[in-house]
């Protein structure tokens, strides 16, 4: 493994996924893309709660919005699991709102070959009526792909 994507959210899941990445990383004197996800919802809320506090207190927050907060809030979870770790890292936010499509062009873009992600326990009648994430990766990608069951 040359570079490695970790798909992130703030679960244990995802802290334990990341932390094997890191083993991964650490071993092949590898690189991570960070992969956290925002939605246009949340950043719509975001916006409209800070207008509200700027107004309440007559301030304002510079280059605040969900998505640096989103940004933020990565690069707090990969230094708090992966500590002083030489290992380069790189955070993407996405607001794109098919997982499966996002993770693969994010790869794509940044040159990933192998793919860190937690999967949902669903049964097979909910794999074929809703889909399933893991699954589309699983299949799509064209490298090795660590699934970690939440």
């Known amino acids: ?15 334990h996924l990341l932390a094997e990445a890191g083993s991964f990383a650490r071993n092949g004197d590898a690189e991570l893309v960070v992969l956290a996800w925002t939605t246009p919802k949340a ?3 975001s916006n409209d709660a800070i207008e509200w506090v700027e107004e309440i207190e007559r301030t304002t927050f510079e280059d605040t919005d969900a998505t640096t907060m989103t940004r933020a809030f990565a690069r707090d979870f990969s230094d708090d699991v992966l500590g002083d770790s030489d290992i380069d890292i790189e955070v993407v936010i996405t607001d794109e709102d098919e997982r499966d499509d996002a993770i693969l062009s994010a790869a794509d873009r940044r040159g ?16 074929a009526i809703f889909g399933n994430v893991a699954q589309r990766v699983l299949l799509n990608f064209d490298g090795p792909v660590t699934v970690v069951m939440e």
Request: proline share 3%; net charge neutral.
């Open 43 to 45: 950043v719509e809320e």
């Open 112 to 127: 990933c070959d192998h793919v860190f992600l937690v999967g949902r326990k669903r049964s097979p009648t909910g794999k």
């Open 1 to 15: 493994m040359q570079r490695g994507l970790v798909v992130i959210d703030d679960t244990d899941a995802h802290r």
